[in-house]
């Protein structure tokens, strides 16, 4: 499975960008995929992750309210549809799948990096202030 992710961009406060994360050369049907970001000097941090099936979604209290993750399994693709961005939410961001699943792996682990098997590349997102 190849993840490339896409859509990054610099952006002003309170701007919307929408990022895209195909897949190839795997059905996504069966993973769940989380976005990641990291910002320049510190670690990596979950910020949404959405089912294998798409029925269920979740979100860091940092973005809450104000990301929207979803997915076209026809399409092999995921989309984190990120509003009213601040300059914090500066980083690069990163789509990953898991084969995992479960009620205890989403309520504990889904944010946590070393859960997932494959990684896309990363796009750049910049809010300026």
């Known amino acids: 499975l190849q993840l490339q992710a896409s859509g990054g961009g610099l952006v002003q406060t309170g701007g919307s960008l929408s990022l895209s994360c195909a897949a190839s050369g795997d059905t996504l049907d069966y993973y769940a995929i989380g976005w990641f970001r990291q910002a320049p000097g510190k670690e990596r941090e979950g910020v949404s992750c959405?089912?294998?099936?798409?029925?269920?979604?979740y979100y860091a209290d940092s973005v809450k309210g104000r990301f929207t993750i979803s997915r076209d399994n026809a399409r092999n693709t995921v989309y984190l549809q990120m509003n009213s961005l601040k300059p914090e939410d500066t980083a690069v961001y990163y789509c990953a799948a898991a084969d995992k699943g479960g009620s205890t792996w989403y309520a504990y682990r889904k944010f946590r990096a070393y859960e997932y098997d494959y990684w896309g590349q990363g796009t750049l997102v910049t809010v300026s202030s």
């Open positions: 959405i089912s294998s099936s798409g029925s269920a979604t």
